[in-house]
């Protein structure tokens, strides 16, 4: 009887530890289709990682495991695409949201980089005009004023006559 016991517990632990396995490896089963792919490619995972909800990568995360499943509910319903990022808006906020949206304030976001980019190349064009007018405006010759040059060879010529 006791070496049933073992056995049928061996096959139970086995058969829990390949669960798990399977659930690690396979989050919440989510994204079966890819609609709801690429949704999950417009939303941030909530637990703080800062990732796609499709690539949060901590092992056991629930909350990521929670999302997708939420999210595979509103697709399997057929929803549209702009009311299922609503409604993660609305439970979550603008944070959820991979890109901020293209409207009002939000549009900096977007065009602060080309503006930065544009302002960075028009100083480093100003600096370098400015480099080389100032090695054009530079003396080619000695900085030494002519008289004085003039005595100093002077000397260095009576030095080595005698």
């Known amino acids: 009887m006791k070496a049933t016991t073992r056995f049928l517990a061996a096959a139970l632990v086995s058969?829990?530890?390949l669960a798990m396995i399977d659930v690690a490896w396979h989050p919440a089963y989510a994204q079966q289709?890819?609609?709801a792919k690429t949704l999950g490619k417009k939303l941030m995972c909530m637990c703080?990682?800062?990732?796609i909800l499709t690539a949060c990568n901590h092992v056991g995360c629930s909350t990521s495991t929670a999302m997708l499943k939420k999210l595979d509910l509103v697709v399997a319903r057929n929803e549209p695409d702009d009311l299922t990022?609503?409604?993660f808006v609305q439970e979550y906020g603008l944070s959820v949201l991979a890109e901020p949206p293209?409207?009002?304030f939000n549009r900096v976001a977007w065009f602060i980089p080309i503006v930065a980019f544009a302002l960075?190349?028009?100083i480093v064009l100003v600096v370098i005009s400015h480099w080389r007018r100032r090695v054009a405006l530079a003396p080619a010759g000695p900085s030494i004023p002519p008289e004085m040059l003039e005595r100093v060879r002077?000397?260095?010529d009576q030095e080595t006559e005698d």
Do not use: H, P
Not at 48 to 51: A, I, K, L, T
């Open 15 to 17: 058969v829990l530890a």
């Open 33 to 35: 289709t890819e609609r």
């Open 48 to 51: 703080g990682c800062s990732q």
């Open 85 to 87: 990022l609503q409604s």
């Open 102 to 104: 293209a409207k009002g």
């Open 120 to 122: 960075g190349l028009g």
């Open 154 to 156: 002077r000397q260095a």
